[in-house]
T-cell receptor
Framework: KQEVTQIPAALSVPEGENLVLNCSFT??????LQWFRQDPGKGLTSLLL?????REQTSGRLNASLDKSSGRSTLYIAASQPGDSATYLC???????????FGTGTRLKVLA | NAGVTQTPKFQVLKTGQSMTLQCAQD?????MSWYRQDPGMGLRLIHY???????DQGEVPNGYNVSRSTTEDFPLRLLSAAPSQTSVYFC?????????????FGEGSWLTVV
């Protein structure tokens, strides 16, 4: 059974810092891994999707990497800003299923 | 482009009442799903559908019913509400034919059962 873990559960950093969020999964047979942002009281917004054949994806100040063999993904946020404060979730689509399995998220606070 | 639309946004139910959460998408996506989000537990899959007329259970299906009569709509029915069903419910959709396709979420429905 696929399990997805995100550590830490919460993170507080000063503005301008570069930071890394971690996501690990137990079954390496995946179709893709997706990172989401969730603001309080809102739905999930997709940030980056990495297919199983890819190693990384970039969008602006965000870079996500995937290492299937070790069951790990990282989301790198460069030059963090207060507007980056939100909960970040990763989700894995396991091969042979239609089901996304989510981690419990990392709640990020960027201090001005 | 409306994307994924959920109604209602907020609802309070009494124990034992039934209700339907509505979900509609206008992107012609084959795959639709319902998740619930509870503190400390992340999102858990309730039911999903890979096309009109086809539904299947997720991780936590008990107490919920779904149907998929059209590509656009995927309602979630609570048969007899219980306090344990107090949660935030999210509907999602994606084009299922390609692993590179993003999953899109609605804004959520906040349900309280008293």
């Amino acid at each position: 059974k696929q399990e997805v873990t995100q550590i830490p559960a919460a993170l507080s950093v000063p503005e301008g810092e570069n930071l890394v969020l971690n996501c690990s999964f137990t079954d390496s047979a995946i179709y893709n891994l997706q990172w989401f942002r969730q603001d309080p009281g809102k739905g999930l917004t997709s940030l980056l999707l990495i297919q199983s054949s890819q190693r990384e994806q970039t969008s602006g100040r965000l870079n996500a990497s995937l290492d299937k063999s070790s069951g790990r993904s990282t989301l790198y946020i460069a030059a963090s800003q207060p507007g980056d404060s939100a909960t970040y979730l990763c989700a894995v689509l396991t091969s042979g299923t239609y089901k996304y399995i989510f981690g419990t998220g990392t709640r990020l606070k960027v201090l001005a | 482009n409306a994307g994924v639309t959920q109604t209602p946004k907020f609802q309070v139910l009494k124990t034992g009442q039934s209700m339907t959460l509505q979900c509609a998408q206008d992107m012609n996506h084959e795959y639709m799903s319902w998740y619930r989000q509870d503190p400390g537990m992340g999102l858990r899959l309730i039911h999903y559908s890979v096309g009109a007329g086809i539904t299947d259970q997720g991780e936590v299906p008990n107490g919920y019913n779904v149907s998929r009569s059209t590509t656009e709509d995927f309602p979630l029915r609570l048969l007899s509400a219980a306090p344990s069903q107090t949660s935030v419910y999210f509907c999602a959709s994606r084009r299922s034919s390609d692993a590179g396709n993003t999953i899109y979420f609605g804004e959520g429905s906040w349900l309280t059962v008293v």
